[in-house]
């Protein structure tokens, strides 16, 4: 983060006129996003991907956002994922710059059901309908999710007529503990979701918006 920060406060300094341009899109696939002026406070191109899967439940797809940005808010936490169970995760991972036109390419995400367990163990539950659930059974940890974790988060999709509150515990990131977590829902094609409330267990920081 200290060198992308570096980067963007040395090229606006040496382009204090012109607007950096960036390409957007609001979010969902991004099949086609356009090039677009930032404003005088912008000094950042932002690539982000998020991936929210609960089974066939909510199978999930890749949703790509394309955005201007500022390198001290936007670009602190670069990549987190938690896992509530196995076949239930919400991942997240950015990429600032400070170029015109720098974020075009289109970022990706591992599984962290996927990757080799940590040896960490945390307790485990998922509840609709609830803004929070009580753990049920333990899973083992993988990755880089060396953190317990419990939240909450509202869902929305095109066969439903009212969101659904979603409560869960699992295992997280450490970088999730501190991440700063957008008040706008995170939308695509089928479904829209908003994260509401993240705490680490035994961390006294608790992130809500």
């Not at 982000?48 to 439940?57: C, D, L, S, T």
């Not at 720098?102 to 996927?114: G, H, I, W």
């Amino acid at each position: 983060m200290k060198a992308v920060l570096s980067a963007c406060l040395l090229f606006g300094l040496l382009s204090p006129v012109a607007l950096l341009q960036c390409y957007f899109c609001p979010g969902g696939l991004c099949d086609t996003p356009e090039i677009v002026n930032c404003t005088d406070d912008q000094d950042a191109c932002v690539s982000a991907i998020n991936k929210f899967r609960i089974g066939e439940i909510y199978p999930g797809s890749n949703i790509h956002s394309k955005y201007c940005g500022k390198t001290r808010e936007d670009c602190v936490n670069k990549r987190f994922s938690m896992h509530v169970g196995e076949d239930a995760s919400y991942r997240s991972h950015l990429e600032c710059c400070c170029r015109d036109n720098c974020n075009k390419e289109f970022l990706t995400l591992s599984d962290p059901v996927k990757l080799p367990p940590n040896g960490i163990q945390c307790p485990s539950c998922i509840a609709f309908g609830e803004t929070e659930c009580s753990e049920t059974e333990n899973i083992a940890c993988t990755g880089e999710e060396t953190k317990c974790i419990v939240g909450a988060m509202v869902v929305e999709t095109d066969t439903e007529q009212q969101p659904s509150d979603i409560a869960f515990q699992g295992c997280g990131t450490p970088s999730i503990c501190t991440a700063k977590i957008s008040k706008a829902p995170v939308s695509s094609n089928e479904m829209k979701y908003t994260v509401k409330r993240i705490q680490c267990i035994n961390n006294t920081e608790v992130i809500t918006v």
